[in-house]
């Protein structure tokens, strides 16, 4: 079993905390990503568990064992960082099978495996090369084949497609997912790209200041945001955020907006709470732009400042009297800056957080 704890775990250089009091229990053979924005503690929390930083306070646990003060090398781990890490004089073979050699391996055992890992990377023709002679994204998969050539219990990675260029950056977001299905080993993978962590992740934690924001399935995170935070990081482009307060109309409860647009909400339960400031907040892909009423949406007139094409789709940034707004569109064909639109809003999608505290109400 490889399943891995956190409890309390804090990380202080000085009197600056990196990572503060994180819980966080992950299971045997799950994809969790740690995701967030420079400088929030997710690397910092991944070099504790495997050994490279001390930790100040708390416990980490791998399959039920304290490693806590254990060294790297006995905690049944492999670590994949954002540079290669290869040794530029050894063949790709010689790479791959460089810590099994240092751990006394037999040598029949080693050219299994390196053959195996080879064989699935799409490596096996290159095996004599050195990394020089190899491509960005053939040296990051030896620097992956190396870490699966360890069969530890728990695969680490450190932003490891940083350094590819976007296309074969999707392209090795599913081969990791593809290997992680193959090799059922437990993998924690580090990114600040919200892309990334939706795309791969069984569970996503998001940190921000060294604490955890939320922990969830890529799904939970995007339909139900614990904070506004989360709420703005989950989604490309960005959820748009209007300052507002909470007003009861007709019966039932409405936002309203720079003191102009009132918005009805499908909650009636918060006319009780009329008067209280919140943050009014709608995904790009929940506006639709165009003519005529929408069930459940709720008609703002705009103006369209820019059009930014993206083929199947466009990102539309308009102005209304409560502020600026971006629509992600599929039906933008005649729509150029400065044009009068009608943006119905879907109400039924759109979020409100607590206008102090931030968090989802």
């Known amino acids: 079993m490889a399943d891995v704890t956190f409890e309390k775990v804090e990380k202080r250089f000085g009197e600056v905390y990196a990572v503060r009091g994180v819980d966080l229990a992950i299971r045997d053979r799950e994809f969790v990503v740690l995701v967030g924005p420079s400088g929030c503690g997710k690397t910092t929390t991944l070099r504790m568990l495997a050994g490279l930083e001390d930790v100040t306070a708390g416990d980490i646990r791998i399959g039920g064992r304290s490693v806590t003060h254990l060294a790297p090398r006995d905690r049944d781990i492999a670590m994949v960082f954002q540079s290669y890490a290869l040794y530029p004089h050894m063949t790709v073979e010689k790479n791959l099978s460089f810590s099994l050699r240092l751990r006394g391996v037999p040598k029949a ?8 890992v080879a064989k699935i990377l ?5 095996l004599q090369r050195k990394p020089r002679q190899l491509s960005g994204g053939q040296r990051q998969r030896v620097a992956v084949g190396a870490a699966l050539c360890r069969q530890a219990g728990v695969l680490l990675f450190d932003e490891p497609l940083s350094n590819l260029d976007a296309k074969l950056r999707v392209h090795m977001r599913t081969e990791l997912k593809r290997l992680h299905h193959s090799f059922k080993s437990t993998m924690i993978y580090v990114t600040h790209d919200q892309v990334e962590a939706m795309t791969m992740g069984d569970r996503i934690v998001l940190m921000n200041h060294g604490v955890i924001c939320q922990v969830g399935t890529p799904l939970e995170l995007y339909e139900r945001p614990a904070t506004r935070f989360v709420a703005g990081f989950i989604g ?35 006319a009780a709470q009329a008067g209280r400031p919140v943050v009014f907040g709608i995904r790009p892909e929940h506006i639709v732009l165009g ?17 930014e094409p993206l083929g199947h789709d466009a990102i539309v940034t308009a102005r209304c009297g409560a502020g600026v707004f971006q629509v992600q569109s599929e039906h933008y ?6 044009d009068q639109v009608d943006a119905w809003f879907r109400m039924e999608r759109a979020f409100v957080f607590d206008g102090e505290n931030e968090c989802a109400i």
Request: proline letters at 10%.
């Open 109 to 116: 055992e080693i050219d299994r495996r390196v053959q195996d």
């Open 122 to 126: 799409g490596l096996g023709e290159h």
């Open 236 to 270: 490309s482009p960005p959820m748009n955020f209007f300052e507002a307060r909470l007003v009861a109309a007709d019966g039932g409860a409405a936002v309203e907006l720079g003191g102009e647009l009132r918005l009805p909400l499908p909650r009636p339960e918060l």
């Open 291 to 307: 003519e005529g009423a929408r069930p459940g949406a709720v008609r703002v007139p705009a103006v369209v400042d820019e059009v």
């Open 333 to 338: 064909a005649g729509v150029k800056r400065l």
